[in-house]
């Protein structure tokens, strides 16, 4: 999708927020937009989104199925937590019974499942924000938003957002995120760029991992514990080390920084390997 000459302003005499905004987001693309408080990163993710319209130019291209996590969730409803996903599923287009079994697997991934029944008024602060993330990752979204999203979730939830990211972006959908903390996915986005006054200029990114990187590092450094199954008797990708899994396939320990390098190199390898856990180490 493409953005073309993008302004907002929030009223005629307004100051404009952003102005002449044009930006490529292809497909399969992670996308990280930082900046300054109140400098425009929502209102950009918003424009992207569609939940808002821009006062000059165009928005193009964008998929059909787009989802959102806003900075704040309304989550004062009457509903149940997974009541309300498989609601939000049913709008999205899927069968009950599917909404259902998805709002159960999207509530047991981030470990709200005990939550299901809920009401989504009574929700933690923390757990609420995990159904907020459900409801966008349940319609397997061709373009997801996420404006802060991993504020508020547990390590374990964080790092369950970390690999949804990565197996969205592997099927092949666009990603763009902001979030105030610059490790957040480091070394993954394809792409960054910073509101600076009205305009986005882009960032360079690092370059990609080389060697053996992403195997275990700096000394301190916190680590993460991936188990993964590839195609039989195929090695690892390249660059990435690992030992043989007693399950068959291998386990790989990387420091967290670099997670969300190693698991998108594992899910988007051909064939792709499959990622069995996750587990952030003491
Ligand atoms: N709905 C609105 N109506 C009026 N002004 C708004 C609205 N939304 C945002 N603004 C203004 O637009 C500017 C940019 O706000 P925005 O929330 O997009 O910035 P941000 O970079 O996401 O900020 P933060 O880092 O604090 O979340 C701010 O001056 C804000 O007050």
Known sequence: MHLTGVGRRYGPRRPWVLRGISLELPRGALVRVEGGNGGGKSTLLRLVAGIDAPTEGRVGGRPLRTAYVPERFPAALPLGAAAYLTHLGRVHGLRGAEAARRAGHWLERFGAA?????????????TSQKVAVAQALLAEP??????????????????????????????????????????????????????????????????PMSGAAGAAGAAGATLVRIR???????????????????????????????????????????????????????
């Open 114 to 126: 005990g939550h299901a029944r809920t009401p989504m008024a009574e929700l933690s602060k923390g």
């Open 142 to 207: 061709g373009l997801l938003v996420l404006d802060e999203a991993w504020t508020g979730l547990d390590a374990s939830a964080r790092t369950e957002l970390d690999l949804a990211v990565a197996e969205r972006t592997a099927a092949g959908a666009t990603v763009v995120f902001v979030d105030h903390d610059p490790r957040r996915l480091a070394g993954a986005p394809d792409a960054q760029y910073r509101v600076e006054g009205t305009s986005l200029v882009p960032v360079p990114v690092p370059a």
């Open 228 to 282: 993964a199954a590839g195609p039989p008797g195929s090695p690892l990708p390249p660059g990435l080390a690992g030992v043989p899994d007693p399950d068959g396939g291998a386990v790989l320990t990387v420091d967290a920084a670099r997670s969300d390098e190693v698991l998108r190199a594992l899910l988007t390898a051909r064939p792709p390997w499959h990622v069995r856990a996750v587990e952030e180490l003491p």
